[in-house]
């Protein structure tokens, strides 16, 4: 069966500058993809080709197996929620919703009905009257979300869904969207820079940089196993050493640099190659005195930050090496060390990242 | 010093408002209030060549309290009538036409980039620094039997005789169109300006066609802006004389031509 989208070898062009450069992506039906990276890398040009609003220079689009070269955005299975939800300020909550069923020519009876059924789902109940500017930008983004969906579309695209609202707000509305999602079984298209939202939204992350797909895996394998440094970096805090490889062997690969670093052995090292290695924070182990395992490294604590759920370190090591590690605050659980004392590290073979950039 | 400076603190944003309040209140009601006296008065010989409605004379309080200048008015309503429904109808059209010139323009400013947007305006309102007087007499350098457009026809061989643009509708309204135009653009570009992209492509996201787009998101949303261009150049076109005076046919009589003529005529001292 061919994939729901088959995004092929798609480039848009703004004079001088490729937003999109070359891209091929297929997502599957009732996926919730998310499109990540920073502002500029061509995420928003992306969704909004796929919605109709940007000409494709070359390459096609394939939706539902219909190409949508010819396609008007009005007649695509597509709708959109837009960074700023872009309500209709002179229209109330129910005119809002109820602005794609009117386009479409839906019969009173069928109007109001379902205009009933997506208030509940998105729990504004008894909200329709209300104008926009009279709601909470919780409240909007409902409302957004409710238009965006009354039309049934096959796709849901969302730009930046959650950007403005507050933190609290961010983390019980990304649960909603997920279970909302799941319960229409619509495939969902995220874009955002926000790579906690993608990690906490995604079934699937796309990471764009500079117009092209860097990496396209689920969140675990994306923070787990970066591709490259780009990726390692872009997904949360990590810590990077240098070195050469001394030895490959029996699934281990030795490496040396600052300091000595045994590594699982991902496949396709040789003795001599450079390497790069990630190392994640709360992967790292911090104690006082040496406990004899392997990926042992004596430091010096050069600054801490307590943010309640743990304790973020930041260590150096021998030649100058430095390291970012996170201790979890477990009950009856000390720090282990303060400002300018010194301890030792450990980590895993497993949990280093080897990479050639 | 201090104390000054207090002062201002605690009611600086009421004098800002109460200075031009004043100035409206000296310069604007008083003379209206002089006006509306005026119409109870009788006329009389002398300077002014009316008598004061109300004063204080050798017998004391006196007035000159009168409703004949209204029984005028009801005997002569038909010399009014005329020039009033000139004056509306010149006013109303010129509205239209104003609006249906201004609206695409307001918006291709609206929507061009901020360096051609800024040229645009200040294009717009170039025409404010020259006398609307002068670029009137240019206007009828323009359209006259032997103007440049006639000439220019003329000599390219497209006509023989002159085309007659002068004293009629046509040059009526290109008047008032020149004049106005700024007025109706600048409130349009004002509420335009301000009109997401996001929700024309919203609009067209969930299926409205071009013209759907229009009437249901980009009518409702300049509405505000169409009221306002619309008032700011209805209401100074109902009492405009010198355009259809000098752009105009001698049967296109305006209630403002009409009102300078009953002053000048009956009021004023002859010379």
Known sequence: ?357 | MAAARQWIARHGRRLVVALPLLWLLVFFLLPLVEVAQTSFTVARRGIPPFAPLWGFGEDGFFTNFNLENYGLLLDYWQDYIGPAGNSLRLAFFSTLICLLFAYPMAWWIARSNPRRRAILLVLVMLPFWTSSLLRIYALIGLLNPNGFINSMLMFLGVIDTPIRMMQTDFSIYMGMLLTYLPLMILPLYAVMIRLEDDLLDAAADLGASRAGVFLTVVLPLTLPGIIAGSLLVFIPAVGEFVIPALLGGPEQIMVGKHGRQGVVDRILPQP
């Not at chain 1, 992306?46 to 940007?54: N, S």
């Not at chain 1, 789902?121 to 238009?147: E, F, I, N, W």
């Not at chain 1, 997904?235 to 029996?250: A, I, P, Q, R």
Request: negative net charge; hydrophobic residues 45%.
């Open chain 1, 1 to 357: 069966m061919s994939p729901f989208i088959r995004i092929r070898n798609v480039t848009r062009r703004f004079g001088d500058v490729v937003a999109v450069d070359d891209l091929s992506l297929d997502i599957d039906r009732g996926e919730l993809f998310c499109l990540l990276g920073a502002s500029g890398c061509g995420k928003t040009t992306l969704l909004r080709m796929l919605a109709g609003f940007e000409r494709v220079d070359s390459g096609s689009i394939e939706i539902d197996g219909i190409d949508m070269a010819a396609v008007p955005p009005a007649a695509r299975p597509v709708n959109i929620m837009f960074q700023n939800y872009a309500l209709f300020p002179h229209m109330s909550v129910a005119d809002n919703i109820a602005y794609g069923l009117r386009r479409a020519g839906l019969p009173k009876p069928e109007i109001v009905a379902r205009l009933e059924e997506l208030l509940r789902l998105v729990r504004l109940t008894g909200m329709g009257a209300r104008q926009p500017l009279q709601l909470s930008g919780g409240q909007r983004q409902r409302v957004a979300l409710a238009r965006a969906l009354a039309r049934r579309p096959k796709l849901l695209l969302l730009d930046e869904p959650l950007a403005a609202l507050d933190k609290k707000l961010r983390e019980d509305t990304q649960f909603e969207l997920v279970d909302i999602q799941e319960r229409l079984e619509t495939t969902f298209i995220v874009v955002t820079h926000d790579q906690e939202e993608a990690m906490t939204l995604a079934s699937r992350i796309g990471v764009m940089d500079a117009g092209k797909l860097v990496q396209v895996d689920t969140p675990r394998t994306l923070y787990d196993r970066p591709r490259n440094r780009f990726i390692a970096d872009f997904l949360g805090t990590v810590s990077f050493l240098e070195g050469v490889v001394t030895s490959v062997n029996g699934g281990f690969v030795s490496i040396d640099g600052a300091v000595s670093v045994t590594a699982a052995d991902p496949g396709g090292f040789a003795v001599g190659d450079a390497v790069r290695m990630a190392i994640r924070p709360e992967k790292i182990a911090l104690g006082r005195a040496p406990s004899g395992g392997v990926n042992e490294i004596p430091v010096t604590v050069e600054d801490l930050a307590f943010t309640g759920v743990a304790t973020n370190y930041r260590v150096i090591g021998p030649d100058g090496v430095r390291l970012k590690l996170t201790h979890p605050n477990r009950r009856g659980d000390v720090v282990p060390l303060e400002w300018e004392q010194t301890g030792f590290v450990s980590f895993d073979p497993a949990d280093v990242v080897l990479l050639r950039d």
